[in-house]
């Protein structure tokens, strides 16, 4: 069964652009989590979907969206970037949202210039 | 809130010595609590997690973790350290909501092998 996967897997931007990226959840999952990873911050967790509703968020400003699929792909949005917003974006996937073990992808790398 | 502390932001063992990676949460809930590993440019690996039932709990290779209520601690062993352990451990926790709760996460502990 193939894994979680993310795509673009690197990306750079500039200050005041936007960015979409892009997460396939293993299949059968139905729960798609996201995750900030910096070196100063650590793994922070961004929002939650299942079944297409965003049931959980964490604590980043409106700037950060992202939407799920009727096939359970997700994206998340970044509008107008900060230099602080280059981190590590992971991508995680469950079974469903009681589930307890999150399977994650290899991220998208940010870099915001 | 929760909140999960990993004591030793890097830990350097020798190979074959043991390995004890320490994590102290706080809950307000009873808590779920996970182990996760993380190579370079990769994603996050499940090593183990606690649920409920039996507070000592098996992982992939070769680790395992005690969950101690009175003492809020979930550290991970290891008896023998590989030189393929090297890589940085992340303590978790969460809800009773499991994943839809969001994992909060420690710092990261460091693990280096020396040869």
């Known amino acids: 069964k193939a894994g979680v996967t993310q795509t673009p897997r690197y990306l750079i931007k500039t200050r005041g652009q936007q960015v979409t990226l892009s997460c396939s959840p293993i299949?059968?999952?139905?729960?798609v989590s996201w995750y900030q990873q910096t070196p100063g911050q650590g793994l922070q967790f961004l929002f939650e979907?299942?079944?297409?509703?965003?049931?959980n968020k964490g604590n980043f400003p409106g700037r950060f969206s992202g939407r799920q699929f009727s096939n359970s792909r997700s994206e998340m949005n970044v509008s107008t970037l900060e230099l602080g917003d280059s981190a590590l974006y992971l991508c995680?996937?469950?079974?469903?949202?009681?589930?307890?073990?999150?399977?994650f992808g290899p991220g998208t790398r940010l870099t915001v210039t | 809130a929760q909140s999960v502390t990993q004591l030793g932001s890097h830990v350097s063992v020798s190979e074959g010595a043991l390995v004890l990676l320490r994590c102290n949460y706080s809950?307000?809930?009873?808590?779920?609590l996970f182990w996760y590993v993380q190579y370079p440019n990769q994603g996050l690996q499940l090593l183990l997690k606690?649920?409920?039932?039996?507070?000592l709990v098996k992982g992939i290779n070769g680790f395992e973790a005690e969950f101690k209520k009175s003492e809020t601690s979930f550290h991970l062993t290891k008896p023998s350290a590989h030189m393929s352990d090297a890589a940085e451990y992340f303590c978790?926790?969460?809800?009773?909501?499991?994943?839809?709760?969001?994992?909060?996460f420690g710092k990261g502990t460091h693990l280096i092998i020396q040869p």
């Open positions: 995680a996937s469950s079974l469903d949202r009681e589930a307890y073990e999150q399977y």
């Open positions: 299949s059968g999952h139905r729960s």
């Open positions: 979907y299942f079944s297409e509703t965003q049931r």
């Open positions: 809950s307000s809930v009873p808590p779920y």
């Open positions: 606690y649920t409920t039932g039996a507070t």
């Open positions: 978790a926790v969460s809800g009773s909501g499991g994943g839809a709760d969001g994992l909060t």
